[in-house]
């Protein structure tokens, strides 16, 4: 078994992760999250809205998970959400048609679809299952339809990402935040993608969950207040050039932005607070990157783009953030579909004076020529230059209709006028979070198994499981283990665990098998400390304290127990100063 099998082989069987369906055979792509699954997912999402929403101050919105279609026209879905897909002509089957010519190119996802079909027919490539030949490479929509209404109704799409919520509420935004950049806001929400083939287990969903900030900044302003929180946390990075060599470099976020490798200090700020997250809910820091999108692979609107990357032992390095600065691009698409300006309004901090050229439709002589289309024509006429108002007749089109003004009735002219401030239309930033494979590397990289000898479950060398999770995102923070099931054990055991959980720690409750056994049932999903209570607890009122890490244990006094552990779990207070020494 490689370590992805052994992790989902655990994952299965201790309640983290079950496949959706099993009962009718289940389906590729769909995940069940079990009671621990549930619980450590939550810790991570909660962590995440404790650094995202609470520090930064980026408030949560929830928008819905179904869209109409006019939001991913705007947002470019529906014309190019997709993945080039390949079918075998004898079996059926679909593939990727990027994914089998992988090892024939070095970037296979940035070739065309004819690019892709002559990859194919010069490597001989057949379908992987069969070994038959494989059809055109065409163009596959990965967005869920689904109609809103009955009957035909009107066309609706589950979200492909939960990013477009925000965009969509941006005036709603910007009043909240009283026009005041920068200002963001927060989804953590499911997204939805038909994916071709996802044969990568939990890595490639086809539901999924996100976690993603849309932060408005000012276009001309890209500094960041904080930045000196990360300037000197040193990252992997694997810029674009150190791509081309191969080699990850180290580096402090501000020699990164100094040299010019990360654009500007907002968009390092944010790989600053992502190295924090991911190392804060357990991604090992020497299996963490930053690579920059390569020139011909990023957005073409975007102006720098760094993925968060997290080594695994059998996917390699796997994207789980991305973290863009898109520009003006989502508000300018969103604005022209919806026909509605999308900018905030900047006061000068000193009014200005400045030289405008002004047009002024005469609206009393338009008005009885255009009628209900005047405003329309007297907006188009604002919008042309000089050269063409200097003409006898003026055309200009509005809504695809040619109109003709006579020029007699359009003045223009240059003049100085003051003016206080002016319409921007903010940049974006965008970290966007897949929780799902945060999850996963997580328990796989505090997943071991060691040898231990002659310790709690036998005398002979044997093989321990331990989940060396975070103690805060662990999905049961103590467990109480009362030595025998005997009645003066049992109540002091549920008067520890009552008071465990008031005090808000996560508790599981475990009176069978032996002691040795529920150690190791504890260590396999990651509880960091057990408490026993035996006959000595009924003489001196103590408990045994074990450590999941070093299996080792001290003895502390019943009485204040909840705020021992509660320092422990959070506070990082030194285990073994905390108690007796066994
Ligand atoms: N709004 C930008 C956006 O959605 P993305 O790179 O397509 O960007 C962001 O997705 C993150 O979502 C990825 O880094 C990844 O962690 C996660 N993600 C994307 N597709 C996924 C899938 N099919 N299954 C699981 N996670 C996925």
């Keep these: 078994m490689d370590k992805y099998e052994q992790v989902i082989e655990l994952a299965k069987r201790r309640g983290f992760l079950w496949n959706s369906f099993e009962l009718y055979g289940g389906t590729a792509g769909f995940y069940d999250y079990g009671p621990l699954g549930s619980t450590l997912k939550r810790r991570i999402e909660q962590i995440w809205r404790e650094t995202y929403v609470v520090q930064e101050g980026y408030m949560e919105i929830e928008a819905p998970t179904i869209g109409i279609e006019e939001v991913f026209v705007a947002s470019g879905h529906v014309g190019g959400f997709s993945d080039p897909l390949c079918e075998c002509k004898n079996c059926g089957e679909a593939f990727r048609a990027d994914h089998l010519v992988e090892k024939y190119v070095a970037i296979a996802d940035t070739l065309s679809d004819e690019e892709l079909d002559r990859v194919i027919k010069e490597n001989e490539v057949k379908c ?28 609706g799409y589950m979200r492909p990402e939960t990013a477009q919520g925000m ?55 890209k500094k960041h207040a904080n930045f000196s929180r990360f300037a000197d946390t040193v990252v992997n990075l694997y810029s674009d050039e150190a791509q081309e060599r ?207 000898t002659g310790k709690e479950e036998s005398d002979e060398e044997d093989a321990r499981i331990v989940m060396r999770l975070r103690k805060e995102v662990a999905p049961v923070q103590v467990a109480i283990l009362p030595l025998l099931t005997r009645e003066e054990l ?54 045994t304290i074990r450590d999941r890490d070093s299996m080792k244990q001290i003895r502390a006094p019943m009485d204040g127990i909840a705020d021992l552990l509660h320092e422990l779990i959070y506070m990082n207070r030194d285990f073994e100063s905390a108690g007796k020494a066994l």
Excluded at 128 to 155: A, H, S, V, W
Excluded at 299 to 325: L, N, P, Q, S
Excluded at 373 to 379: E, G, S
Excluded at 527 to 542: A, G, M
């Design 246 to 452: 191969q080699e990850i470099e180290q580096m402090t976020l501000g020699e990164a932005v100094e040299k010019g490798t990360i654009a500007h200090e907002f968009l390092a700020y944010q790989i600053g607070l992502t190295n924090h997250f991911l190392q804060r809910v357990g991604i090992a820091a020497d299996k963490l990157r930053f690579r920059q999108h390569m020139k011909d692979e990023m957005a073409h609107y975007a102006i720098d783009c760094w993925d968060a990357e997290i080594e695994t032992d059998r996917f390699g390095w796997v994207e789980v953030v991305g973290i863009a600065d898109r520009t003006d691009y989502d508000l300018k698409a969103h604005a022209s579909v919806s026909k509605t300006e999308l900018s905030i309004y900047r006061e000068y901090s000193e009014p200005k004076m400045v030289t405008q050229f002004v047009v002024k439709p005469n609206m009393g002589k338009l008005g009885p020529l255009f009628k209900g289309k005047a405003k329309a024509v007297a907006d188009a006429l604002k919008a042309l230059g000089q050269e063409e108002l200097e003409q006898e007749n003026i055309t200009v089109t509005v809504d695809g209709e040619e109109f003709t003004v006579p020029g007699e009735i359009v003045e223009f002219a240059e003049e100085t006028v003051k003016i206080s401030g002016e319409n921007i239309i903010p940049h974006v930033i965008e970290p966007s979070y897949g929780i799902d494979r945060i999850f996963y590397s997580t328990m796989e990289h505090a997943f071991e198994e060691e040898m231990v």
């Design 167 to 221: 965009f969509v509420d941006f005036l709603r935004l910007a009043r909240f935040y009283r026009e005041k950049l920068p200002f963001g806001a927060t989804q953590i929400g499911k997204s939805y993608r038909n994916e071709i083939s996802p044969r990568q287990g939990v890595i490639r969903l086809r539901e999924f969950t996100q976690a993603e900030a849309e932060i408005f900044i000012d276009p001309n302003d």
């Design 128 to 155: 992987p299952e069969c070994e038959g030949d494989l059809g055109e490479t065409y163009e596959f929509n990965l967005m869920f339809k689904t109609n809103i209404g009955p009957g035909t109704g009107r066309q």
């Design 490 to 543: 049992i109540n002091p055991a549920r008067s520890i665990e009552a008071q465990l959980k008031q005090k808000g720690l996560l508790v599981s409750y475990d009176d069978s098998g032996t002691i040795g056994r529920r150690y190791r049932r504890n260590d396999e999903i990651g509880t960091p400390y057990s408490v026993t209570i035996d006959y000595d607890t009924l003489e001196d009122n103590t408990v």
